[in-house]
Structures are given as C-alpha cells and as structure tokens.
C-alpha cells in the first residue's frame, strides 16, 4: 500500500464518499491529513485503518458521538477492554430495546389489516383517514364501515 493518498483515493479505499471524509475531518473523527507542496489532503495507512474503523462502528449501530468515545478509548492510556466491551452491551441493549418497539408497530399495523377493514371510498371523508383512527381508538368505537371481502 501507498505511504500517503489523496482524498479520493482515500475515499474509495475506504468504501466512502469524498465528502463523507471531509465530513469526519470537521467532526475529528480523522485527523488533520497533511498537506501535499501543492496542496492536497494525503492521508496515511493509519488513517485509512481509522476510517475503516468508523465504518465497521456505523454498520454496527454506532453513532459518531458513540464512535468518537470509542476512537478515544483506542488512545487513551489504562483504557481497557472492559470499557469497550461495555460500550458494546449497551449498544446491543439498544438495538434490543428498539426491536421491542418496532415488533409493537408491526403488530399494531398487523391487527389494522387482519381486523378491519373499511371502504376506500369514504376513507378521507370530512377530512380524517379512518385508518388513522384506528391507532386511537379501540375498533368498537370508530366510525368505520366494514365492507364485504
């Protein structure tokens, strides 16, 4: 591998777009790339290990705010690998608790469709979607007009 690469090499090494660098420049999450004598951005193999990095932790649910702290951790002295993996149970913590959430949308959306239906045609009458309503009120209680299957 090159010693040094331009930002759009750089780029496409890494799997992201030109403004996706600069972006993380402006946010350090990369460090100050040096500058070439004609004045482009060159980056290092390391720098390309901490973009990879940054990517691999978005993928994995991370937020640049969370990723950050992790970038912080890999350089901070007496850091240890508990912390990491702490940041990381939260984060699957997380993700548990927002698949909990989306299980109850779709089972709301599932009772919507298996237990009403209702007439297209008188769907946005006086300007309500009945459909809508749905979500706030119990069944018995809309003004809805089932129709034959």
């Not at 100050?32 to 978005?58: C, H, T």
């Not at 809508?132 to 809805?144: D, G, H, I, S, T």
Request: proline fraction near 6%; include cysteine.
């Amino acid at each position: 591998m090159l010693n040094s690469l331009k930002i759009g090499e750089f780029a496409r090494l890494a799997g992201v777009n030109v403004q996706t660098v600069r972006y993380y420049e402006r946010q350090r999450l990369l460090p100050k790339p040096l500058r070439s004598p004609a004045g482009y951005r060159v980056f290092s193999p390391d720098s390309l290990d901490r973009l990879q990095f940054i990517r691999r932790a978005k993928r994995a649910g991370f937020s640049l705010i969370e990723i950050r702290k992790l970038l912080s951790l890999r350089t901070t002295p007496g850091a240890t690998r508990a912390e990491v993996r702490a940041r990381a149970e939260a984060k699957v913590a997380d993700i548990d608790a927002k698949i909990n959430n989306l299980k109850a949308m779709r089972s709301t959306l599932q009772k919507l469709i298996a237990g009403c239906r209702w007439d297209i045609r008188r769907c946005w009458t006086n300007h309500r979607c009945f459909p809508l309503e749905f979500v706030a009120a119990p069944c018995e209680k809309r003004p809805l007009t089932p129709i034959a299957n």
